[in-house]
């Protein structure tokens, strides 16, 4: 069986964007149990932000009940904390002295932070950590320690994938055998970048997320502010340019989604009547999850439970991959 692996950083309640960009798809790949799949959260990326250690450990249980929610089964699927398999760091330091340093200028978060210092006139490293400039190494790191095969992505981390793949091919070249399997991104071109608020990408960072457990109301309020243009109720709208609809595809049926586009298009309704729309579409999806999502949040001992067997399974596919590349590199 091929691997199927991917993580989701504890930084807060996922979004939509984290849901049809990265846990819808892996969850449904996995459904038929054509991959061995071993999904994660990734704890020792998100020290690069957090910093509050009861934040942190609330954060990692979201994370985690949001993947059971989501309909991961922990019978047939692994699910573990990063932090918990220290093989990874251990992997770290190997790929680390593999990795080019000028791969890690290159890469598209640190770039954006440098970018974002120069705009400010600040010195361009103002603020930036070891952690987010090697960021990429780590993620190397998670992928190769489990021999991922295939890695179900957004956009955003594509890149990411793609350096991975560069390190391990360095590895194996140096050592003359493949040690590491190369991994192969996957998205889906429908939900590769999923639009916020405010019509960027949506990311926790812009403030522009809708979160997925929101409460009912909370989430009519949320679906409500989303920003449209200030065409009047009479006027003609092109679904095609529109947030609201581009959210609304994500979750109706082609038919509904026919439906709303001729509503567009002939005039006559507000954008108050195309946001009651998607909540109903987003509401009906994401009820039954959410109803799951707080039961589980209300019983961490489960999770635990379920966190600590994905470990122990983890350690020990880990472990044996440790061993292989210390005995290659002459380190045993
Ligand atoms: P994270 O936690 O930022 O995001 C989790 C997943 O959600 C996807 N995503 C999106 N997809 C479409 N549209 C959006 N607006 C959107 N926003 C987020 C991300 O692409 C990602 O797939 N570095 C990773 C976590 C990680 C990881 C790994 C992933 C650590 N190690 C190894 C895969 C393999 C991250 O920060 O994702």
């Known amino acids: 069986k091929k691997v199927l692996l991917t993580g989701i950083k ?9 849901y049809f960009g990265a846990i819808k798809p892996a969850l449904t790949m996995v459904s038929d149990d ?4 071993r999904l994660f959260i990734a704890d020792y990326h998100s020290i690069n932000t957090i910093r509050d250690p009861k934040i942190l450990k609330q954060y990692v249980y979201e994370v985690a009940a949001t993947w059971l929610s989501c309909g991961l089964d922990p019978e047939k699927v692994l699910l573990y904390r990063q932090s918990s398999v220290p093989e990874t760091l251990e992997l770290n330091t190997i790929l680390n002295a593999f990795t080019a340093k000028g791969l890690m200028n290159r ?33 190397a790191a998670d992928i190769l320690l489990f021999d991922a095969n295939v890695v179900p992505v957004g956009k955003d981390q594509v890149q990411h994938v793609e350096m991975a793949c560069d390190i391990a091919q360095a590895i194996n070249h140096n050592y003359k055998s493949e040690l590491l399997t190369i991994p192969s991104y996957v998205i889906d071109e429908n939900t590769k970048t999923i639009v916020g608020m405010d019509g960027r990408k949506m990311s926790k960072s812009y403030g522009n997320a809708i979160e997925l457990f929101l409460p009912e ?18 006027e003609v709208k092109d679904p095609e340019t529109c947030n609201v609809f581009a959210l609304y595809k994500l979750f109706a049926t082609k038919e509904q989604q026919d439906k709303l586009a001729k509503t567009y ?8 009547h195309a946001k009651g729309e998607l909540f109903e579409v987003v509401n009906a999806e994401l009820k039954p999850i959410r109803d799951k999502y707080y039961d589980l949040m209300d019983n961490k001992d489960y999770i635990d439970e379920v966190l600590k067997k994905g470990e122990a399974k983890a350690r020990e596919i880990a472990a044996q991959k440790i061993l292989k590349l210390r005995k290659a590199i002459g380190i045993d």
Do not use: F
């Not at 298009?265 to 108050?272: D, V």
């Open 265 to 272: 298009r002939a005039g006559g309704m507000g954008w108050g």
């Open 34 to 37: 054509s991959y061995d799949a």
């Open 10 to 18: 504890p930084t807060g309640i996922p979004h939509l964007g984290n």
């Open 217 to 234: 109301k909370k989430l009519k309020k949320t679906i409500n502010k989303i920003v449209t243009n200030s065409q009047e109720i009479e």
């Open 107 to 139: 890469a598209h978060a640190y770039k954006a932070a440098v970018d974002k210092n120069r705009e400010k006139d600040k010195p361009e490293d103002h603020g930036i950590n070891m952690g987010l400039y090697t960021y990429p190494i780590l993620m």
